[in-house]
């Protein structure tokens, strides 16, 4: 309605996933990832899984991200 592009900015995986399926999933269940909207931030590929686990000091997000998948 407001014509935004956007719905929200985290850092945290875990509230990523949160987001994706409260605010996404929950109230626009129509819509379909990768075709009406995008999320970025969370790897796609082993390689990025990969990334992310090296970046990450403590591994909480990786773990965190990855169990949630």
Do not use: N
């Not at 850092?11 to 949160?18: D, H, N, Q, V, Y």
């Not at 929950?26 to 990334?51: C, S, W």
């Amino acid at each position: 309605m407001l014509a935004r592009r956007w719905i929200g900015i985290d850092i945290s995986p875990f509230s990523i996933e949160l987001i994706r399926k409260q605010r996404l999933e929950g109230a626009f269940p129509h819509l379909k990832p990768g075709v009406d909207y995008v999320i970025e931030g969370l790897p796609t590929t082993l390689e990025g899984a990969r990334m992310m686990a090296e970046q990450d000091q403590l591994r909480k997000g990786f773990e965190i991200w990855a169990v949630a998948r």
